[in-house]
T-cell receptor
Framework: GNSVTQMEGPVTLSEEAFLTINCTYTATGYPSLFWYVQYPGEGLQLLLKATKADDKGSNKGFEATYRKETTSFHLEKGSVQVSDSAVYFCALNRDNDKIIFGKGTRLHILP | DTAVSQTPKYLVTQMGNDKSIKCEQNLGHDTMYWYKQDSKKFLKIMFSYNNKELIINETVPNRFSPKSPDKAHLNLHINSLELGDSAVYFC?????????????????FGPGTRLTVT
């Protein structure tokens, strides 16, 4: 079946460090891929998305590229800030009405 | 201006009680969802409605009953609450896709309702 696997956290980095959160997926066909972010005490909000192979989604300095050949959608940011501390969820939409989420990766950024 | 709103934000109740959580969206979306997030932040879909019709019903105890009076509202009623029901419940909405696989439409989440059963 369809599934999403992302690296387990927590991930702790110093401010201005480079961030990578790995995400791989299993799905037939061509799912749409998403990264959602959940700040403390809030609901999830869309961070970025990509809807076809080789697309790059970007927002707020974060980027992720849809890699069909490696079934991956890794999240990257060149220089993280304390305000980026949150839980990040990788997700896919294969069946139109149902988004499948990864288990989430908690990110801590130290000043 | 709130796109997806839920009430209440916090709910503390005793085992065996019946409670409801309300959700409303003002985005004009056709599809609404309920998710349960456990203490480890794992997010699991429970139900989805499209234009008041149930389209996703995951393996959820029948003590949980969603109700959609119109496409802007999706409420969740829980009977005979148990300790294991303690979690954060999120409502979400999205535009209906085209019917093709791989919908590009993201979901918009409410702020969550933290349910604590004692």
């Amino acid at each position: 079946g369809n599934s999403v696997t992302q690296m387990e956290g927590p991930v702790t980095l110093s401010e201005e460090a480079f961030l990578t959160i790995n995400c791989t997926y299993t799905a037939t066909g061509y799912p749409s891929l998403f990264w959602y972010v959940q700040y403390p005490g809030e609901g999830l909000q869309l961070l970025l998305k990509a809807t076809k192979a080789d697309d790059k989604g970007s927002n707020k300095g974060f980027e992720a590229t849809y890699r069909k050949e490696t079934t991956s959608f890794h999240l990257e940011k060149g220089s993280v800030q304390v305000s980026d501390s949150a839980v990040y969820f990788c997700a896919l939409n294969r069946d139109n009405d149902k988004i499948i989420f990864g288990k989430g990766t908690r990110l801590h950024i130290l000043p | 201006d709130t796109a997806v709103s839920q009430t209440p934000k916090y709910l503390v109740t005793q085992m065996g009680n019946d409670k409801s959580i309300k959700c409303e969206q003002n985005l004009g979306h056709d599809t609404m969802y309920w998710y349960k997030q456990d203490s480890k932040k794992f997010l699991k879909i429970m139900f989805s409605y499209n234009n008041k019709e149930l389209i996703i019903n995951e393996t959820v105890p029948n003590r949980f009953s969603p109700k959609s009076p119109d496409k802007a509202h999706l409420n969740l009623h829980i009977n005979s609450l148990e300790l294991g029901d303690s979690a954060v419940y999120f409502c979400a909405s999205s535009p209906r896709g085209t019917g093709a696989a791989g919908s590009p439409y993201e979901q918009y989440f409410g702020p969550g309702t933290r349910l604590t059963v004692t």
